[in-house]
C-alpha cells in the first residue's frame, strides 16, 4: 500500500510539472551496473592523506582555475541556469560539496583528503558546477513545493493516510511534508546523473584526463557501500553512477564535446 501510495504521488509530481534533467542522457543497461558492481568489489583500500590547509587551499585554486572557463562557456551554452559562482572551503572531512542558491558552492576539504590527484578534485569541482548550469537548485525548490501541494491534496482526500499511519488532525501538516519530499526526490537521481555528464564535458573541454578523473567515483562508491540504487533514494549507488559515467564519456568523446540533446 505505501509503495502504490508513493508511486501515486511521484506520478501526479511528473503530471503536474517536476523539473528532471536538461538534457536526454545515455542509457544503462544491467551489465553495464554488475560490470561496475565488481569494479567496486574488487577495489582496493580507500585512498586518504592528511592535507595541510595549504595544500587544501593550492589544489581547489588550481582545479577551479583549470575548469572554470570551460565550465563558463557550457553553462552559457545550455542558457538555462547560473554561470557566475561562488566557492567556499568547508572544514568538514568527508568526501562531500554542495550546490546552494545564488551559484553558491560548498566543498569540503575531505574532498582533497579523498582524492589520489588533482584530476579527481576536478571531478567534483565540476559535477557541483553542472547543477547549477542546469538550474538543478531551483528546479529541487519547484519540486518541492508541487509535491507539497499535491501532498496535501491526495492526504485530504484521504489516499495516502492509511498508507503512512497518519492522525486525521495532522494529515495537512504531514501530506506536506511528505509531498516536498517525494517532490525533492522525483528527478534527483536523474539530475545527479545530468551533473556527473556535464561535469564529464567540462573535463574534457578544460584537458583534464577523464580517466583519473572517473577514480574519484570508485572511491565514493567504496565510501558508500551501496550497491543498488533504491526508489528513495536521492543519489544513484556507486555502480550506477561509475556505469553512467563511463557510458557519458564515451558519448562525449565521439560527440568532441558537444551538449547532448535536451531532453
Not at 551554452?77 to 572551503?89: K, P
Not at 571531478?123 to 507539497?148: C, F, K, T, Y
Not at 497518519?166 to 528527478?187: K, Y
Not at 577523464?210 to 558508500?224: F, H, Y
Amino acid at each position: 500500500m505505501r509503495r502504490r501510495s508513493f508511486m501515486a504521488l511521484s506520478g501526479a509530481c511528473l503530471v503536474c510539472g517536476c523539473s528532471g534533467a536538461v538534457h536526454r542522457l545515455p542509457q544503462l543497461s544491467g551489465a553495464d551496473v554488475s560490470l561496475a558492481q565488481s569494479e567496486v568489489q574488487a577495489a582496493g583500500p580507500v585512498p586518504w592523506q592528511d592535507a595541510s590547509d595549504e595544500e587544501v587551499v593550492a589544489v581547489l585554486r588550481s582545479a577551479t582555475k583549470r575548469l572554470y572557463r570551460p565550465a563558463g562557456q557550457v553553462c552559457r551554452e545550455m542558457a538555462v541556469g547560473v554561470c557566475d559562482w561562488n566557492f567556499r572551503l568547508s572544514r568538514d572531512r568527508s568526501m562531500n560539496a554542495a550546490s546552494l542558491s545564488n551559484g553558491m558552492i560548498v566543498l569540503n576539504r575531505g574532498v582533497v583528503d579523498y582524492a589520489a590527484n588533482e584530476e579527481e578534485v576536478c571531478l567534483v569541482i565540476a559535477h557541483e558546477m553542472g547543477h547549477q548550469a542546469a538550474d538543478h537548485v531551483a528546479a529541487r525548490r519547484h519540486n518541492q513545493a508541487i509535491g507539497a501541494l499535491l501532498g496535501n491534496a491526495l492526504l485530504g482526500d484521504g489516499l495516502l493516510s492509511a498508507a503512512i499511519g497518519l492522525a486525521t488532525s495532522s494529515s495537512t501538516l504531514d501530506g506536506a511534508s511528505v509531498g516536498a519530499r517525494i517532490g525533492a526526490i522525483s528527478f534527483s537521481k536523474e539530475q545527479e546523473r545530468e551533473a556527473d555528464y556535464l561535469a564529464g564535458l567540462i573535463l574534457y573541454r578544460s584537458g583534464v584526463d577523464l580517466d583519473k578523473a572517473r577514480g574519484m567515483l570508485v572511491t565514493m562508491a567504496r565510501l558508500s557501500r551501496r550497491m543498488r540504487t533504491e526508489l528513495l533514494d536521492t543519489h544513484p549507488a556507486g555502480p550506477e553512477r561509475i556505469a553512467g559515467w563511463d557510458r557519458a564519456v564515451a558519448e562525449i568523446r565521439a560527440s568532441n564535446g558537444r551538449l547532448p540533446p535536451r531532453a
